[in-house]
């Protein structure tokens, strides 16, 4: 069996590299980390010029019709460089608009998505912070086929604050039931939750009788929607850490190549050497995971959801893992806020918890292979 990346992933893998290579230095991360929307517009739409927005968009709808592989591919360079941007949360509303909408609210939104226009979200949280959806969302909706009413409160919401439209999971008289909400609509507080990842953003909200006229999917049969987003927002997420990983790796190694003690080279001790290969270990087992995982979700093998979920629990050990040597390696320098290192481990520790953390994603897999 042939592992490696086809020509064109392999292609899209050095562009996108050489891209935030260019684009994304840890000077424009640190900039943004004290701009109000914490994101630059300019670059969202070069990542939209780009195809990167529509890479996994039906192409119809002015997408490309690729496949979790490609985008695995390119939220790892994302990961590398510490992205600040709403592109994995936006990807995911997009791709259950895609298997759930209708005509009309496909035209609608998954064209703007695309060309950069449009972000978007999904509350999938609500207070206790639960990753099973179908017993653990709380918000209710109340109303008329054409008409419901908003109650509740959603938890870590990423890029709420810019996003465009947000899908709203609630509890309605027939089950759980998705919703587009406007967040400029009335009833609507949006408060910041900061988390570890300083360039991330992440939003409370309070809904409070908020008016919405529009449903995605089935009412009362979203369950097994959501889940199959979440999952792929797991793989996503995983891809994310190894990024950051695979980055912390290399800046540990480049610093074992010169920093000196006793007159040599400290990548010369067999303890710091033993490291960097218990770390370049991890990173390949990292790898190796996300994108099976992502291969998995792209064919609908048998094993898809254990492999998502056997993906994020491994992968957000083993990046945590792999940051934290990389600063014991740099020593001192590591820890201070003017090195970049803590800027790739907080973006690693951040995703660890989002679309289910380790504990979670363990339970899955025993459910899934105990049956």
Known sequence: MDFSFSSDQQLLKNSARAFLDEHVKPA????????????????????????????????????????????????????????PAPYLPTILAARAIAEAGTPEQQQRWLPAIATGSARATIAFLDNDLSWDLSTATATRAVGAPDRWRLSGAKRFVPWAHVADVILVPARSQKGLSLFFVDPSTAGITMSPAPLMDVAGRWSTLALDQVSVTEMLGPSGQVGALLNSVVLCGAVGAAAGMLGAARRCLDMAVSYAKVREQFGQPIGSFQAIRHKCAEMLLEVENSHAATYYAAWALDAKSEDHAVAASVAKAYVGDAARKVCSEAIQVHGGIGFTWEYDLHLYFKHAKALEAMYGDGDHHRELIVRQVAG
């Not at 969202?44 to 690729?66: F, R, T, V, Y």
């Open 28 to 83: 424009l991360v640190r900039s943004l980390i004290d701009d109000p929307r914490g994101e630059s517009e300019a670059l969202w739409k070069e990542m939209a010029q780009l195809g990167w927005l529509g890479l996994s968009l039906p192409e119809e709808h002015g997408g490309s019709g690729l496949g979790m592989v490609e985008t695995a591919i390119l939220l790892e360079e994302m990961g590398r460089a510490a992205l």
